[in-house]
């Protein structure tokens, strides 16, 4: 019974992995934004003037992230693409796992190797994890050195560089550079800063033409990214273009995402853990920004770690179940139908930000559990 116990864990993540590959292998697996890093990476190799021009895939999608990351890309337009494909996949698999052993760092657990296999057989099937998978995305790359900066002692050597060139990469993930300024962490914030204006610099002395047409002009157009009133985009914009029938919600988000902002800034400042102030500060982060496609909310696998360790175990199943549940693709969205759901269709719409504005607007609210800042989990 105890070698039993020893190696279910193993079988489990096997299950899933077969299961898994067998889905990508005999479904269309086309991994749209692999494809656009490739473009992104074969134009920067060839000067990066048609950085922002060309689109690609049946979608017609552009490249969106700064020169700096157009230059990490030019590796993936080397190999054949059913080989580039086969090590994304692969890679954000193993990525997957990595994220699941630094959300526990983060929540102050100490998970054996056999609770690493067994919880990553399940996020794989957490939809935003999922999606990034199918997408050949690079969110749980982003999301890895993010923690892994963080989880870093406080005084070591470089901390926050890591930060900063993952905001380098995709902006987003400087909203973590403000978060260390607003737990008074300067000196880790400084070198977040410089390591991200490091990157726009590099940008700018392999590719200025592509630098220039970035920082000037394409920056502000987030339409590029795509429709902010789809289903698939679950960011604060996306839910009050949904539930006002209004493909231009204007103000009327505008105004609602400052308060959000500011609410979540202060829930993070004030949070008692730093567990709590990181995962309140990415799901923040989530929020106000005007796209927050589903596969941006992979930090749901850091905040059900932080739940675990806290406590709160019902919580913790009924999170994962929201977040495994892909209620927003049982809606009808063809075209426009996104624009004309009934109030009841709503809920089942925006899963993510109803959940993400309960979270950040009741958090100061919330009692800390009474748990162990360094707790032990193991599968037995």
């Known amino acids: 019974m105890t070698h039993l116990r020893t190696v279910t864990p193993y079988f ?14 005999t479904h269309p697996t086309p991994m749209a934004d692999t494809l656009v890093y490739r473009a992104e990476g074969a134009s920067a190799a ?6 922002y021009g060309f689109t690609v895939t049946a979608w017609h999608l552009p490249a969106t992230y700064p020169p700096f990351a157009a230059l990490l890309f030019i590796p993936t337009a080397w190999p054949p693409l059913p080989v580039l494909k086969a090590a994304v996949l692969l890679g954000n698999i193993a990525l997957t796992g990595a994220l699941v052993h630094h959300a526990c760092r983060l929540a102050g657990l100490r998970p054996t190797r056999a609770t690493v ?9 957490l939809e935003p994890v999922f999606q990034t998978v199918l997408f050949g995305q690079i969110n749980l790359a982003l999301a890895v050195l993010v923690l892994w900066d963080l989880n870093r002692p406080p005084g070591a050597r470089g901390k926050g560089l890591a930060l900063g060139i993952a905001a380098g990469i ?10 260390l300024f607003l737990t008074g962490r300067r000196k880790e914030a400084a070198r977040a800063t410089a390591a991200a204006a490091g990157t726009v610099l590099l940008g700018a002395a392999v590719l200025p033409y592509a ?3 970035f920082w000037t002009r394409r920056i502000f157009e987030t339409g590029r990214v795509g429709k902010a009133w789809i289903v698939d985009n679950q960011s604060l914009q996306g839910l009050v273009a949904r539930a006002l029938h209004t493909a231009e919600p204007g103000a009327l988000w505008a105004v609602p995402a400052v308060l ?7 829930a993070a400042g004030r949070a008692r853990t730093e ?6 500060i990415a799901f923040t982060a989530l929020l106000v920004s005007p796209i927050s496609w589903t596969h941006h909310w992979v930090w749901c696998v850091p905040l059900l770690a932080v739940l675990w360790a806290e406590g709160h175990r019902r919580t913790t199943v009924a999170v994962a179940a929201l977040f495994t549940a892909r209620t927003m693709w049982l809606l009808p969205h063809q075209g426009d139908l996104d624009l004309h759901f009934a109030w009841w269709q709503q809920l089942l719409a925006s899963p993510y930000p109803l ?3 309960g979270l950040v607007l009741l958090a100061p609210r919330q009692p800390s559990a009474s748990s162990s800042s360094a707790s032990t989990i193991r599968y037995a």
Not at 170 to 179: M, R, W
Not at 260 to 266: D, M, Y
Not at 275 to 280: C, D, S, W, Y
């Open 260 to 266: 959000v902002a500011l609410a979540g800034l202060r």
């Open 170 to 179: 995709k902006l987003t993930p400087a909203v973590f550079i403000g978060y």
């Open 275 to 280: 567990a709590r102030g990181v995962t309140l």
């Open 355 to 357: 959940f993400g504005l």
């Open 12 to 25: 489990t993540l096997a299950a899933s992995l077969t299961t898994l590959l067998t889905l990508c292998t």
């Open 46 to 51: 060839n000067g990066g003037a048609d950085l």
């Open 117 to 125: 296999c067994l919880l990553t057989s399940g996020a794989l099937w």
């Open 211 to 213: 630098s220039v047409e």
